[in-house]
């Protein structure tokens, strides 16, 4: 559950819900998979940790620096178009967000 | 695996163009015949996605200064301006280009493509960052993967997106990282026809120090009281650090330039491999270049009037039949279509009534949609825009991407 001293709408970036403390792995875990549910080709597929982006979704690279963008907006961190491209699973993601976020 | 296994998404995809009959991607101009025509399949068709702009492909004035050219100097350089030496006019161009945007410094490039490509890749390196448009030209993006520094996108035209990215560029522990900041920009974007709040984008980084370099590939001529795009429109010229541009669209040849007020700028020329590698531009190109400037220069008022008529007559007569267009009026129209299919079914219909536009399919366009793409010329005539609209409004209806007409039935009894 979000509290209200987390929950922070920057003026400038109306469109993204920033959540400027560190998040915890569940909170992004779970955006990750709200983003990608769209991109699923079976709407019984269950997104985990495991699931590797590019391969068990229907995602194209574009669309992938696209979430990855949200993403950041949510988070409060960038994450570097090299980096993105390392990425193959949604824990790798996690992690790669988790680790931004500490260092910010 | 097969060396072409890898592609075999994207040929499905291909096939599933090539089953309309037709394909866009290997059109072929049996004759051009003037900047707004053109043979195809043997028939006479309006060209409307060339990027053509001021209609100088034809201006008797560049053809004859290219073939004098190519009389005095030859038909190529065979080879680069640092292993074979630069020609006079080359440098006379580059002096032409600099005073035209009142910089000091300017590289000419064979194509804009290697201009993007060498001067973005080049500038930054090891422990800088690079922060582009999402919807950056694919030249951009291929500048990312040849250099070094970190890249981060931002959204399309939202300067408070790369505000938020420019911010980020700091560590909790070591306070902001070092290295430069370069921002990557376009004055109107390729396939929706849409400009940067360029202002806006400037005064961000300003505030944290990033250097700006913008790309006028589609808006050189186009905007501006002097036509140097929109750099010059926004009023913001001295703040842009770097200008790229192509001569292949305004100015009707080939090529790219990049100018700048650096005092450093040309050792460029010795570290740019995309200007190092490769033959330098061909004399008779380096000629009609400097003409259509000249002609830029003195008939640049009306032209850019012409097209803009154009503009709005083409934009505001497919908006009145009820296509759903990009954001704002530019020389590029983009039309947005449902899906792939019918953006292709929709395009091989155009041609089929003798009007040549593109279409641009995804991965080629920003957030998957479809468009027809087309691009105005300062010499197509009202009667050519106009004839145009009625063969899209009824290729529109016909194929159900338009609400039919409804007609008035009488009620007499």
Known sequence: MRTAQNVIVENDDATAVLLR???????????????????????????????????????????????????????????PMNVVAE?????ELANTILKLAARR | MGLFDRHAGLLDAYR???????????????RVLSPTEAIINGKKCLLVGTNNYFGLTFDPSCMDAAIEAIRAEGTGTTGSRIANGSYSEHVALEHEIAEFYGKKHCMVFTTGYQANLGVISTLVGPEDFLLIDADSHASIYDACKQTQAEVVRFKHNDPASLDARLRRLKDRDEGDKPGNRLVVLEGIYSMLGDSAPLKEFVAVCKKHG????????????ALGANGRGLCESAGVLDDCHFIVGTFSKTLGAIGGYCVSNDPDF??????TRAYMFTASPPPSIVASVRQALKVVKAQGTLLRKQ??????TLYDGLVAQGFKLGPEYGPVVGVHLPDRMTAIGFWRAMLDAGIYVNVAVPPATPNGVSLLRCSLCAVHTKEQLDHMIEVMTGIGRQMGVLQPKLKVVGSGR
């Open chain 2, 210 to 221: 990033a250097y700006v370099l913008i790309d006028e590939a589609h808006s050189l001529g």
């Open chain 1, 87 to 91: 990425i193959q699973t949604v824990d």
């Open chain 2, 16 to 30: 599933d163009v090539r089953t309309t009959g037709a394909d866009p991607f290997q059109i072929r101009m049996e």
């Open chain 2, 307 to 312: 097209l803009w008529d154009n503009v709005h």
């Open chain 2, 266 to 271: 040309d050792i460029l020329r010795v570290t």
């Open chain 1, 21 to 79: 403390r560190v998040p915890t792995r569940g909170e992004v875990m779970a955006e990750i998979v709200t983003q990608l549910a769209n991109f699923r080709t079976d709407d019984s597929y269950v997104i985990r940790g495991e699931t590797v982006i590019a391969k068990d979704l229907a995602i194209d690279s574009l669309a992938v620096m696209d979430m990855v963008m949200e993403l950041e907006d949510r988070f409060d961190v960038s994450i």
